[in-house]
């Protein structure tokens, strides 16, 4: 089981930009399928974004399409989330999140078996 936690997140004016990162411990990183969700005060957790294990294909929530990149170094065992243009509506605890048991990439949040402790991303208006 892959140990993750993120960092970057904090406090930003709407049209910002901020990185949000994911260190994995092991040496089966690369077998991952790596996802960011995302969870606002009395909502529910929802897909941001994902990479397959190579890194060769992405895929994102139309909100954020244009918006946001999300990347991985294998080499590092490192995730990252690309964050431009935030608005207010992007404030949320972003999670990072890990997928072992199939290399397509999943948009659910059962379909992903590591989570981070998640990390604050607040954008002011």
């Known amino acids: 089981q892959v140990q993750l936690v993120e960092s970057g997140g904090g406090l930003v004016q709407a049209g910002g930009s901020l990185s949000v990162s994911c260190a994995a411990s092991?040496?089966?990183?690369?077998?991952?399928?790596m996802g960011w969700f995302r969870q606002a005060p009395g909502k529910q957790r929802e897909f941001v974004a994902a990479i397959t294990r190579s890194g060769g294909s992405t895929l994102y929530e139309d909100s954020v399409k244009g918006r946001f990149t999300i990347s991985r170094d294998n080499a590092k065992n490192m995730v990252y989330l690309q964050m431009n243009g935030l608005k207010p509506e992007d404030t949320a605890v972003y999670y990072c999140?890990?997928?072992?048991?199939?290399?397509?990439?999943?948009?659910?949040?059962?379909?992903?078996?590591?989570w981070g402790q998640g990390t604050q991303v607040t954008v002011s208006s």
């Open positions: 999140a890990a997928r072992k048991t199939s290399s397509i990439i999943s948009t659910t949040v059962p379909g992903y078996s590591s």
């Open positions: 092991g040496r089966t990183f690369s077998s991952y399928v």
